[in-house]
């Protein structure tokens, strides 16, 4: 593994833990030789996170949609920025360039950039790790809905089982570094039933 995509609010949110968590995982990533790739932002969780790993010493690849360089304040101080025409260039280069992927806090942005790489993991599209650090129980209630789709028949468990979770940075990094994708694609068993 080379580099980590790192999905995260653009806000800060309503607690110090959450600032603190993004530093501690920056850090974790320098620590691990790992290179973040994330949004290019300087707002929110966002910036925080491509401050601290730039401080540690490490590499920060930014990807920003032209329309949101100003809104989300284009950070001037990284690795690499890259200006990308629109949101689906963003994710596609954004996941092209990342080994794995991890959801810290954040709101709708963050899920749905969280989701769309866990449901392309799914598909077999992908077979990278997906993961959230799961800071002061901020995604049990996701982690409970998903349970939720299981046992509901709507998901496999071998399919929430690709979801890595940890409350450590550390921890979580190691995870994404054993992580064995699932042998079968989602449509395996349906196949064998037709
Ligand atoms: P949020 O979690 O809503 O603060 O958003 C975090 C990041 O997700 C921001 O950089 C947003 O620009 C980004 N974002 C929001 N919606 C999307 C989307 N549909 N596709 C890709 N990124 C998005």
Same mark, same amino acid.
């Given at each position: $593994? ?43 969780? $966002? ?6 790993? $730039? ?19 284009? +950070? ?11 949101? +689906? +260039? ?10 794995? *992927?991890? @959801? ?21 599209? +992908? ?10 129980? *901020? ?15 709507? $998901?496999?468990?071998?399919? *929430? ?9 550390? @921890? ?11 042998? @079968? ?10």
């Amino acid at each position: $593994m080379k580099a980590v995509c790192v999905y995260c609010g653009s806000s800060n949110g309503a607690k110090p833990l959450y600032r603190d968590a993004a530093k501690a995982f920056g850090r974790a990533l320098v620590a691990a030789n790992l290179s973040l790739v994330y949004g290019g932002g300087k707002v929110g969780l $966002m910036g925080v996170i491509a401050d601290e790993v $730039m401080a540690a010493g490490g590499r920060a690849i930014g990807v920003i949609p032209e329309l949101l360089v100003d809104k989300e304040v284009g +950070h001037d101080g990284l690795s690499e920025l890259h200006v990308v025409p629109d949101m +689906h +260039h963003r994710k596609k280069m954004m996941a092209n360039l990342s080994d794995a *992927f991890v @959801a810290l806090p954040g709101g709708a942005g963050t899920l749905e950039e969280l989701f769309e790489v866990y449901t392309w993991a799914q598909l077999g599209y +992908h077979h990278k790790a997906v993961a959230v650090l799961n800071i002061d129980g *901020f995604y049990d209630p996701l982690i409970s809905l998903l349970g939720h789709t299981v046992q509901e028949g709507f $998901m496999r468990q071998a399919y *929430f089982d690709i979801l890595q979770i940890d409350t450590d940075p550390a @921890a979580l990094i190691a995870k994404l570094q054993r992580y064995q994708p699932p042998v @079968a694609d989602k449509w395996a068993d349906r196949r064998e039933r037709v």
